[in-house]
């Protein structure tokens, strides 16, 4: 028998945006000394690290970017105590904020625009701990003169919990656990996300059988932060938790390590396609 530790595990995360976000960006609303700027939406609906595309509706040139002459930019934002924003090329950038890797703005005209989140998935840092849970109701279909009650199955669900040590500043590769107790504040945008939940990793294998060394085994899953705590005492490591319900299907998903080994009736390759999502920097996170 082959015994499996839960510290070679990783969460990974990516938030996801219910609809987009439309106001104006108004030539008074830039600070040119401070590469800063801000929209006419309610505050609060973006976070440090957000990957976002900002386009003009009406085909304008976005001329607050000096010398920009497209309709559309996609940048990472930091966003200040006060609701400004800045723009940056790289998620780390971002998270370390500044003005030093943040493009000149200029005072422009004002500009409608729409904003739409393009967040790739990230590790989640300091994870202690994660768990998940499946059910499937089921249906009683008993009738009369039946001697023994008939069920069917019905619905999947799922729910759960992380587990992470709190950090406010840190391996800027990765989204932090403070990042969990943004997302159930976000009102407009929401609290939806998609996360992995490696129950397998690469190079970790107790089986001994060598094929096998490099699969990896996760639930994927998406859904919704219904509620987060910070568990606060002088004589611990401050933590968060965060519970959530599962939005979608539930699915247990196998890497193998031997590319193509699936193939369908055709012959064409039966692999899961994530050539448009970023995958996460292998780190800290554990299960």
């Known amino acids: 028998m082959s015994v499996y530790l839960g510290t070679?595990?990783?969460?990974?995360?990516?938030?996801?945006?219910?609809?987009?976000?439309?106001g104006k960006i108004n030539g008074n609303d830039v600070n040119t000394a401070e590469k800063r700027f801000s929209f006419d939406f309610d505050q609060g609906q973006l976070i440090t690290g957000d990957r976002i595309t900002i386009k003009?509706?009406?085909?304008?040139?976005?001329?607050?970017?000096?010398?920009?002459?497209?309709?559309?930019?996609?940048?990472?934002?930091?966003?200040d105590e006060a609701g400004g924003i800045r723009l940056y090329n790289s998620f780390a950038n971002a998270v370390n904020g500044g003005t030093a890797n943040a493009?000149?703005?200029s005072t422009g005209s004002n500009?409608?625009?729409q904003v739409t989140i393009e967040n790739k998935r990230r590790l989640l840092a300091q994870v202690s701990s994660y768990e998940i849970n499946t059910e499937r109701e089921s249906v009683d279909t008993t009738v009369l003169s039946d001697n023994f009650r008939q069920r069917?199955?019905?619905l999947i669900s799922g729910s759960g919990r992380f587990s992470a040590f709190w950090e406010y500043a840190g391996d800027?590769?990765?989204e932090l656990p403070n990042y969990l107790l943004q997302l159930i504040l976000r009102t407009k945008v929401g609290s939806n996300f998609a996360a992995r939940l490696y129950i397998k990793d690469s190079n970790y294998n107790p089986s001994g059988?060598?094929?096998?060394n490099n699969d990896q085994l996760y639930y994927k899953v998406e859904g919704i932060i219904t509620a987060?705590?910070?568990q606060f005492s002088p004589s611990d490591a401050v933590q968060i938790t965060a519970d959530f319900i599962t939005t979608g299907p539930v699915e247990l998903k196998v890497d193998l390590e031997v590319p193509f080994a699936l193939t369908q009736e055709d012959g064409g390759k039966l692999l899961e396609d994530d050539s448009s999502e970023e995958i996460g920097i292998v780190g800290s996170g554990t299960s």
């Open 152 to 154: 069917i199955s019905s």
């Open 103 to 105: 493009p000149a703005l």
């Open 111 to 113: 500009l409608n625009v």
């Open 172 to 174: 800027d590769s990765s």
């Open 56 to 79: 003009e509706i009406d085909g304008n040139a976005l001329d607050f970017i000096s010398s920009y002459t497209d309709s559309s930019v996609t940048k990472y934002i930091n966003v």
């Open 228 to 230: 987060a705590a910070v």
């Open 8 to 22: 070679f595990g990783k969460v990974e995360l990516k938030r996801k945006l219910d609809g987009r976000l439309v």
């Open 209 to 212: 059988v060598a094929i096998r």
